[in-house]
């Protein structure tokens, strides 16, 4: 299997190169150079693999130049610190089904990949006997999740960026209470995708990013966006066990990753098996103004209960763009510098096509509380905000001839404040949660603006 950028401007490269090269040296995002296909036969061999298992035959189809056993040891590795024996286990709350992918260590789906990330790297750098920088910014849980997947580990260091003062107090709290000496927590003055701009930039620095070898765990990284989609395989799975042959799912979204990993799913299983894929998005509803008008337009943010999800660039949607233009790595190219230069994209042309792929709605923020409201009160069942953006948007969309999977992104004790909010009492704590706002923290706070967070990598990276 070789993978190639959006941009057109490398040589297909394998799997393990990939992984550490992240962001494509033209500025691209790699894919791979065909997405494979299974047929019936093959799924049904998977029908009874625990997670774990089916996490190898997943990734095995995408992966050729890792042995098996070490991919096998890598994926059990990664999996063993969650805390519910089935990893991303299916839920039925009323008429919808609750795909919880928030049983990893820092209770957010962003560990279901990034703790594969983390043990992928740590396996390519022995081999290499190289060292590497991970840059990312946050906007709010694939922070954390980024540094629970490589605290400790010999031969990374961690730089992850944040909005400050724009994540939840608890997401904030579980990056920059890990005091590990390879991590450091840097909060710029400005939105997520300012911090988002600067990782990007940097990464562009061809020079800079060999000379400090840096390395990408944000979705730009493709092995985040394979490893979400074992689990849209798995939920399919587990309800095709119950004699449902198709299903829809409910993806609340702000960088178009999570949902881009549906999207390869759909792809990846035989036809009819998805059949809709919900983009759900909050009041900055950039994405569903893609769907259901074709404009795709920087907007300013809004600050919502659901931060991970308050976007104007969608980091991921480049890939999606790919194949809108057939696989015309020149086309996507021409788009981005359209984008960079004016903010705006006019994709109407697309409309159609796209609402094959995809149906979306915007939740605002009233109508998400309202939402964590009325289902505790009629299921019983709490849902954080981003959940219950996705939620919401299953309620209004689902079609009665087939199940709705609402994936659950993360554990409501993350967003106590919306959540006392909605019910009038905050959630119970998970054990991992007591005590965090006690905890010794570290952060550096800068200014959203690039020459200063180089300047730190230049003091503290590995080189």
Known sequence: MRYLSTRGGITPIPFTQAVMMGLADDGGLLLPAELPAIDVLKLESWRNLPY?????????????????????????????????????????????????????????????ALQLLGNLFEYLLKKSGASMNILG??????????IYGVRGKERINIFILHPHGRVSPVQEKQMTTVLDG????????????????????????????????????NSINWARVLAQVVYYVFAYLKLRKQGFDTVDFSVPTGN???????????RLLPRGCINRLVLATNENDLLTRFVTRGDYSRGRVVETSSPSMDIQIASNFERYLYYLH????????????????????????????VARDFASVSIDEDRTLAVIHDFYEEHG???????????????????PQHPMICLATAHPAKFGAAIERAIGREPERPAVLQGLEERKS?????????????????????V
């Open 326 to 353: 057939d696989e015309d790595g020149a086309a996507v190219r021409r788009d981005m510098e359209e984008f960079t230069g004016c903010g705006r994209l006019d994709l109407a042309a697309f409309r159609e096509r």
């Open 137 to 146: 910014a946050t906007s709010g849980d694939t922070g954390s999740a980024a």
């Open 381 to 399: 069942y709490l849902l954080d905000p981003h959940t219950a953006v996705g939620v919401g948007a299953a309620l209004q969309l689902r079609d």
């Open 182 to 217: 390879n991590v450091f927590n840097i909060a710029v003055k400005g939105s997520f995708d300012d911090a988002q701009a600067i990782v990007k930039a940097i990464f562009t620095d061809l020079d800079f990013k060999e000379r400090y070898h840096l390395g990408a765990i």
């Open 442 to 462: 570290r952060k550096e706070i800068m200014v959203a603006e690039v020459e200063p967070v180089k300047e730190f990598l230049r003091q503290h990276a590995l």
């Open 256 to 266: 178009f990753g999570d949902i881009f990993a549906g999207f390869v799913a759909k």
């Open 52 to 112: 774990q298992y089916l996490a190898l035959e997943v990734l095995g189809l995408f992966i050729d130049d890792i042995p098996r056993r070490d991919l096998e040891i890598l994926v059990e590795r990664s999996y063993a610190r969650f805390s519910h024996p089935q990893v991303t286990p299916v839920r039925r709350a009323g008429d919808l089904y609750i795909l919880e992918l928030f049983h990893g260590p820092t209770l957010a789906f962003k560990d279901v």
